[in-house]
């Protein structure tokens, strides 16, 4: 059943992925667009965005992908399909750690559909890049720490850093806290933690220590050709991390930034926004253990449950570890988010699936109790249905389920024109569209508010000045800037939306405001009512013209005299 609702899930997103014939998972075009170098190696040359994103992309990760593409697979492809196959195996995982914890299968059921809900509900899984594969990866490390399988739990480390290095400082904190083991006190009833005298447990944290530092010294020791990371003080000042930025970081809410964020909240920020509050009163149900351990002969369940069941809150004080860090030396270990956010998915699952399988055990108890009370016990039968209709049909109460945030491409004649034009060639845009271009077209771009990524400065600096040197020459009045920027950049094409050269145009781009001051002189120049050259120069050398866009050809610009 577990699987069967993995594959029910999975296949909902097949349809989206398939729904038609431009389809690409909204963050793909980051991080898999530029494996189609792999198919064909004289794509993207000398590209800078393609070059970046190549870069920092996990050494494992990447392998991955090229792999299937030397037998013949589109990696564009093969992102479609991963989803369903990462969800499965992360369904499998998942019930194995929380039968471990407590010995029932519908506890394993309850959890597994509780993860595959809410991986559904955001794109991470359907997105199928490195954060995708911490979630079949961490539930097989999980699994495998709680069976104390040495060997397998080490290879997942080693797959964790090859996949999404950030994980193995979860691995790392979790391995540490096995030092330490909780007993009750005989006299009080109450837990506290003392350290392990199990040889066993220091062994294997050790090994699995070692293997941890052995896979991400290789990342502590190269040295990135776009670094150096952004620090903290650099970004407070950009406005690229401002509420208003690409990349908002620093909000004014304080609740929302440190609670929801979704780059500095220590929640999944899907939680903050689902019906009702559903996987947040589920992680409720889920902290409600302890209280239920309490009342054994109410919940003669409980007394199935195993020590184990300590690796929950260890991976939550793990990742609250983690978080803290990388807030303290932003953005050193990347994102603070990611290292609670995931983990707490899981954590959630499983313990609100246990936790449910205890009450429902309970109220089954009632339900079916002895004959002469039956009548009356019936009334529990009530609440036991609804809990169970309410975890098996509450995706169907959810608006877009599930949320893969595949884009569609609305311009296949323009595809299809670039595709026709020399695979070296350079387009040139501060146009929406653009983004889709690398992806569908499989040419390179100048600049695109997708590959806005400011963490890598070397990366970064360029980026930015290739974006204020693109807005000044689209609405400079001087034709001699122009074609100065043409010569400079090399750009082969001008990608324009009909509608750039309104003062509103500009003024609404949340993503060409950022880049001040030339947003700001663009806007005053519409708002003088004076014509920037290209706005003369597009009958002249316009080259392709559909819906709202049209493509200026380089050479005509380059050709073009002064009116």
């Not at 969800?87 to 029932?104: D, K, N, R, S």
């Not at 391995?175 to 003392?194: C, D, N, V």
């Not at 034009?421 to 146009?431: L, M, N």
Request: hydrophobic content about 50%; some cysteine; aromatic content about 16%.
């Amino acid at each position: 059943m577990s699987l069967t609702f993995a594959t029910l899930y999975g296949f909902l997103g097949l349809r989206q992925a398939f729904g038609s014939e431009y389809v690409v998972q909204d963050d793909a075009r980051q991080h898999v667009f530029w494996m189609q170098r792999f198919l064909d190696p004289q794509l993207f040359p000398n590209d800078l965005i393609t070059d970046y994103f190549q870069s920092v992309a996990p050494a494992g990760y990447t392998a991955f992908y090229q792999l299937f593409a030397q037998l013949g697979m589109n990696p564009l492809l093969l992102n479609k399909f991963l989803p369903t196959v990462l969800g499965l195996i992360t369904t499998g995982y998942c019930f194995g750690c929380a039968v471990e914890m407590l010995p029932v299968p519908f506890s394993g059921f309850v959890a597994s559909l509780l993860l595959n809900q809410n991986l559904w509900m955001k794109d991470d899984l359907a997105s199928a890049t490195p954060r995708a594969f911490f979630y079949p990866l961490f539930t097989a490390f999980l699994y495998y720490f709680l069976r104390r399988s040495l060997l397998p739990a080490g290879v997942t480390i080693v797959l964790l850093g090859l996949f999404y290095p950030q994980s193995v400082f979860l691995c790392t904190g979790i391995l540490i806290l096995q030092w330490l083991k909780w007993i009750k006190h005989a006299k009080f009833g109450i837990w506290h933690p003392t350290f392990s005298q199990d040889r066993g447990d220091y062994l294997f944290c050790g090994v699995g220590l070692a293997v941890a530092l052995l896979v991400m010294l290789p990342y502590a020791l190269k040295a990135s050709e776009f670094g150096p990371i952004i620090t903290g003080a650099e970004a407070r000042k950009m406005l690229e991390f401002s509420a208003s930025g690409r990349s908002d970081f620093f909000l004014p809410n304080s609740w929302k930034f440190w609670l929801y964020a979704q780059r500095s909240g220590f929640f999944p920020l899907e939680w903050s926004w689902l019906p009702f509050k559903y996987f947040p009163v589920m992680f409720a149900v889920g902290l409600s253990l302890p209280v239920l351990a309490k009342f054994p002969s109410q919940f003669p369940l409980i007394k199935q449950l195993k020590t184990n069941i300590f690796l929950l809150p260890q991976v939550g004080l793990a990742s609250l570890a983690m978080f803290i860090a990388a807030h303290a030396v932003l953005f050193k270990l990347h994102l603070p988010s990611r290292y609670s956010q995931h983990s707490l998915r899981i954590v959630m699952a499983i313990s609100a699936g246990i936790a449910i399988t205890v009450i429902l055990d309970a109220l089954l108890r009632k339900v079916t109790g002895k004959p002469s009370t039956s009548q009356k016990n019936a009334l529990f039968l009530f609440p036991f249905l609804s809990v169970l209709l309410i975890l098996l049909f509450y995706p169907y109460f959810v608006p877009y389920f599930p949320r893969t945030a595949y884009k569609i491409g609305q311009m296949p004649a323009l595809y299809d024109f670039f595709q026709q034009q020399p695979k070296d060639i350079v387009i040139a845009s501060v146009a929406d569209e653009i983004d889709r271009i690398p992806t569908f077209a499989q040419r390179s771009i100048w600049v695109g508010n997708q590959y806005a990524i400011p963490y890598h400065l070397g990366y970064y600096r360029q980026f930015r000045q290739r974006v204020l040197d693109l807005i000044r020459a689209q609405y400079s009045l001087n034709l001699v800037e122009v074609k100065n920027f043409i010569q400079k950049s090399g750009v082969d094409f001008w990608l324009l939306d009909k509608n750039a050269f309104k003062p509103n145009y500009v003024a609404k781009n949340k993503w060409v405001m950022q880049y001040q001051p030339a947003a700001g002189e663009a806007i005053e120049k519409m708002k003088d009512k004076r014509k920037p050259v290209l706005e003369n120069l597009l009958q002249q050398c316009s080259v392709f013209d559909r819906k709202n866009l049209i493509v200026l050809s380089s050479d005509c610009l380059l050709k073009a005299q002064e009116k």
